[in-house]
């Protein structure tokens, strides 16, 4: 039996997995998180064969959680539930450690195929996914301009992008004012931009932002 931890802040959504993986015999939800302290907490508490994690948890960045999990259970396979498009998070993800990327409009099918894609140890992502991956390990595309960037770098861009202040973002995330400018100014030369409006458009057209 496929026991799967799932993690999303939509009870609605929670209940509805729990409902598709209910229909197998081989998957069970043993457990659900809102939060990503509670993800975390029973991933240390007690023994999964996957995650369901939505990558927009209350409490952290999902790139960061994934990280966070990924240190304590290297070996626990992590599949990416998110309604941000391929484009968005899809390599950064599995780069990160995902073992898959799953849109939230993808049919129940496709959910229940890639739990256990995961659970036996693949991967799983879409013939697109798999042929951007390809490219950019082969190193045939640059891909995005937020894709130079590094994961603590993408956040803070989000949060610039956002409309925060350096200062706010520096009280966000515990960190002193002169960490957050040097970052911005990283992020500006990598991307290259020369100001918090630029990043604001660009994050807004490529939809990482509301």
Not at 85 to 90: G, L, R
Not at 119 to 134: C, D, F, P, Q, T
Request: no cysteine; proline share 2%; charged share 30%.
């Amino acid at each position: 039996m496929i026991r799967v931890l799932v993690a999303d802040d939509h009870a609605i959504v929670r209940r509805g997995l729990r409902q598709i993986l209910a229909e197998t015999q081989d998957i069970m939800v043993g457990g659900e998180a809102a939060t990503a302290q509670e993800a975390l907490q029973l991933v240390r508490d007690e023994r999964w064969n996957a995650v369901i994690l939505d990558i927009s948890l209350p409490g952290a960045d999902g790139l960061g959680l994934l990280a966070e999990i990924r240190r304590e259970r290297p070996e626990l396979p992590v599949l990416i539930l998110t309604v941000h498009s391929e484009d968005q998070y899809a390599v950064r993800a599995i780069k990160a450690g995902a073992a898959g990327f799953l849109t939230k409009e993808s049919a129940p099918e496709k959910l229940i195929e890639a739990v256990r894609k995961v659970a036996g140890g693949g991967r799983y992502v879409s013939a697109e996914l798999a042929e951007n991956l390809a490219s950019f390990l082969a190193g045939e595309t640059a891909g995005a301009p937020h894709e130079r960037l590094s994961d603590r770098e993408f956040e803070i861009m989000k949060m610039l992008a956002s409309g925060e202040t350096v200062s706010e973002v520096a009280r966000e995330l515990s960190l002193s004012v002169k960490t957050v400018s040097t970052h911005r100014t990283r992020i500006l030369k990598k991307m290259g931009m020369k100001t918090n409006a630029e990043l604001t458009h660009y994050a807004v057209r490529a939809r990482l932002v509301d």
